[in-house]
């Protein structure tokens, strides 16, 4: 069974950084694309960022030139390195695993989500 464990989430002024990570544990988790999602309050999930088992990247225009998304195969573990933060990306951040193509943005297994708040 595979599993996702998020950390890293906080309180955090506007500004400031944070860095969320992933483990996963269950599979080879090489062999997933990963990717990062958010959900605010009262709006839908919405995608943040990807990184493919090949290690290329995506990013949503919101949050690009501003967050970094990061693997590391030998902990078994994807970060999202986020700077420069800002009080719209408050929302509880969820990583998620598959084998379908990053643009598709479907996943086959999630975490449980941690949350981050930026004051303003």
């Known amino acids: 069974q595979v599993q996702l464990v998020e950390s890293g989430g906080g309180l955090v002024q506007a500004g400031g950084s944070l860095r969320l990570s992933c483990a996963v544990s269950g599979r080879t988790f090489s062999s997933f694309n990963m990717g990062w999602f958010r959900q605010a309050p009262g709006k839908e999930r919405e995608f943040v960022a990807a990184?493919?088992?090949?290690?290329?990247?995506a990013y949503s225009d919101s949050v690009k030139g501003r967050f970094t998304i990061s693997r590391d195969n030998a902990k078994n573990t994807v970060y999202l390195q986020m700077n420069s933060l800002k009080s719209e990306d408050t929302a509880v951040y969820y990583c998620a695993a598959g084998s379908r193509p990053i643009y598709t943005n479907a996943y086959d297994y999630w975490g449980q989500g941690t949350q981050v708040t930026v004051s303003s």
């Open positions: 990184i493919t088992r090949l290690y290329n990247t």
